[in-house]
């Protein structure tokens, strides 16, 4: 379920009523990649937030669980590849777990500059639904203000 309302995304790309299953693909496509780029959760409202950083903290202690009994099966098995296969394992899990509490600790409420990036890039899936431009000769230019403009002050987990 998209937190952008389908009515909003239709009248900024003028879209007919035909087009609501293709424009609903468009924006859900647009909010997965803005929140691929943030690099954090994005909720509704406060209470979602709130929510999802307390599922998160039980998820986390039953991920660290999970790996405790994970490291002690491998720790028994024999050295070799299986055993180093069923730490890797374990280690990769763990991080999975993390990252996501990671996600939802930094969590973020939805905004008019996350929107507004959302429907930028939805109008651009519309309106560019091939591969190509063909029939054309000039070739297409990123605006200098588009969505990565409007997410970046939002974007977590940023390093050297």
């Known amino acids: 379920m998209s937190l952008t309302d389908i009515s909003i995304a ?7 009523s035909d087009d609501t299953t293709q424009l609903q693909i ?6 997965d990649a ?23 903290s039980s998820d986390l202690a039953a991920a660290n669980a999970a790996y405790g009994n994970a490291i002690a099966l491998a720790s028994a098995m024999p050295p ?3 055993r180093d296969a ?11 777990a993390k990252s996501s509490a ?35 000769t000039a070739a297409a230019i990123a605006l200098p203000f588009g969505a990565q403009s409007l997410l970046m002050p939002y974007r977590a987990g940023l390093g050297v």
């Open 10 to 16: 239709a009248a900024h790309v003028r879209a007919d």
């Open 26 to 31: 468009y924006l859900d496509a647009a909010e």
């Open 34 to 56: 803005a929140w691929q780029y943030l690099g954090r959760l994005v909720v509704k409202d406060s209470d979602a937030l709130i929510a999802a950083i307390t599922a998160s």
């Open 80 to 82: 070799g590849i299986t």
């Open 86 to 96: 069923a730490f890797t394992k374990a280690n990769a899990e763990l991080s999975v």
């Open 102 to 136: 990671l996600e939802a600790c930094t969590g973020i409420v939805i905004n008019p500059s996350i929107t507004a990036a959302i429907l930028l890039t939805t109008g651009h899936l519309y309106a560019n639904r091939e591969n190509v431009m063909a029939g054309t």
